[in-house]
């Protein structure tokens, strides 16, 4: 039976662990989907590759009210896509055939599971470790209604019908269809409405709440909802009962809990992601699970077993590629150097829906600040309010930060409309190195007139 120094399961930001400092050891990586994990191949890149288009494509609406008039003549799918994929499937294959050159790692590629504390099967083939990191990610979530398969949407399953469809497949389909129904109302759902409607897709979207984006500040996401409803067919209170495949096989109705019927060339599940941590047998170690089906860590990235670390989606409450590169580099650090081990910082970890309007995020809400205690300071600030926002006609979109009034430290910040994502990130510098709102807005120059002054007058309107 082989043995190696570590076992990292997992090609995502687990493969990023592999560098220099590890060439004396013997290393298995072990890998059954897409080479280079979910962000690279499913996830956030072709997504955000998809979206920059769609924006372009959705500008002669916005366009308008500017006095220019603009026309989307055709949107060339297979061209969008066939470019995302031809680089993004270089880029995968590339990374795998690195992998499989380099003299100290050994790549495996197939389902695997423990079968003991530090004992391990590919296949046919079992190994021990001394150490292993557990960074097997996550997968699309399929309901369990009738009408459904679980099976259609398993790694290279044939037998799914051509209009079923999760955001792992979504994707890749070969031409637009005329009709899309998502199920679904997080950010998933959020930007795939976005993506399909710019392109000419009639779009509808089936919510189970009363608002998408639900665990968004609630003034965030009571104003997205109205947004997105102006383009497309927005269902709310609506759970999914049942789906139904039209005779042909040309498409499916989906059917709400209340008997109502929705119908589409296309049905996309948006319905979350769920950890992989019970595909691992993970019994045969001893490593805990809670109830969210994610691994246990503590501060340092450890399972319940020593010598057994967990990053990424398999562990962590928020699935996001940055939260899984920051735990990495802890991870690598802590194998490095286990006397003096480092904690994960997820103090302050940023979000951002990348639909239309954009949705940044980072801290407490102003409900989650009120119900800790905190002594709470609001500010909304316009987008119109400020010179670039006028020059913008924008009357939708605004800025919310929350702070304690006590010491003027930032809670949290909220932000919708264009380029939410980059005005977010001063306001997360400011609650990471612990700057103050007051400090933060009078302490250096704003350029004038950038759209970051948002932010500034956002930071000053705070009553402290």
């Known amino acids: 039976m082989r043995h190696f120094d570590l076992c990292i399961i997992g090609s995502g930001s687990g493969n990023s662990l592999i ?13 059954k989907g897409i080479f280079g994990g979910t ?27 500017l006095g220019v008039r603009l026309q989307r003549e055709s949107v060339d799918w297979v061209g969008i896509r066939d470019r995302i994929f031809t680089r993004i499937d270089a880029i995968s294959a590339g ?85 899309m129904v998502v199920v679904g109302g997080g950010y998933v759902a959020a930007e795939f409405a976005h993506v399909f409607a710019s392109f000419g ?43 139904r495949a039209d005779a042909d096989g040309r498409g499916a109705t989906v059917v709400g809990n209340d008997g109502s019927t929705f119908s589409g060339e296309l049905v996309l599940l948006a319905t979350g992601r769920t950890p992989n941590a019970d595909t691992l047998n993970l019994a045969a170690t001893g490593v805990k699970v809670d109830g969210e089906g994610r691994v246990v860590v503590d501060e340092y990235q450890r399972t319940s077993v020593e010598g057994i670390f967990a990053l990424g989606d398999v562990s962590s409450p928020w699935q996001l590629k940055h939260v899984a590169n920051h735990e990495m580099r802890v991870v690598k650090h802590n194998l490095a150097h286990p006397e003096a081990m480092k904690a994960s910082d997820h103090r302050y970890v940023p979000h951002a829906v990348f639909s239309e309007p954009q949705v940044a995020s980072v801290g407490l809400t102003e409900r989650q600040a009120r119900e800790a205690g905190y002594d709470v300071a609001v500010a909304h600030q316009d987008y119109g309010s400020v010179a670039y926002g006028w ?24 932000i919708i409309g264009p380029e939410a994502s980059v005005l977010l990130q001063p306001l997360i510098q400011a609650m990471s190195f612990g700057l103050g709102a007051r400090e933060m807005a009078e302490g250096q120059y704003w350029i004038h007139p950038a759209m970051t002054e948002l932010v500034e007058n956002a930071l000053l309107a705070l009553d402290m």
């Not at 690279?40 to 009210?65: F, Q, W």
């Open 201 to 243: 897709v009639d779009v509808t979207v089936v919510v189970r709440g009363q608002r998408l984006l639900k665990d968004e500040d609630e003034d965030v996401s009571a104003r997205f909802t109205e947004l997105l409803s102006r383009r497309v067919r927005l269902v709310l209170g609506t759970s999914l009962a049942e789906v």
């Open 391 to 414: 020059a913008m006609e924008d009357d939708s979109h605004f800025a919310k930060l929350v702070a304690d009034r006590g010491t003027g430290r930032l809670l949290g910040a909220h």
């Open 39 to 65: 962000c690279l191949n499913v996830g956030c890149i072709p997504t955000k590759m998809y979206v920059h288009p769609a924006d372009l494509a959705s500008t002669p609406e916005r366009s308008a009210r």
């Open 19 to 31: 560098d220099e400092s590890l060439d004396g050891q013997r290393v298995a990586l072990v890998e």
């Open 95 to 179: 990374g795998e055939d690195w992998r499989r050159q380099s003299d100290n790692v050994t790549l495996y590629r197939g389902t695997g599971w423990f079968t003991g504390e530090k004992r391990f099967a590919v296949g046919e083939e079992e190994f021990t470790a001394d150490r292993f990191v557990i960074a097997a990610g996550s997968r699309a979530v399929v309901p369990v209604v009738p009408g459904l398969e679980q099976d259609w949407f398993a790694d290279g399953a044939a037998r799914r019908p051509a209009w079923a469809h999760t955001s792992d497949t979504v994707m890749r389909i070969d031409a637009l269809p005329a009709s």
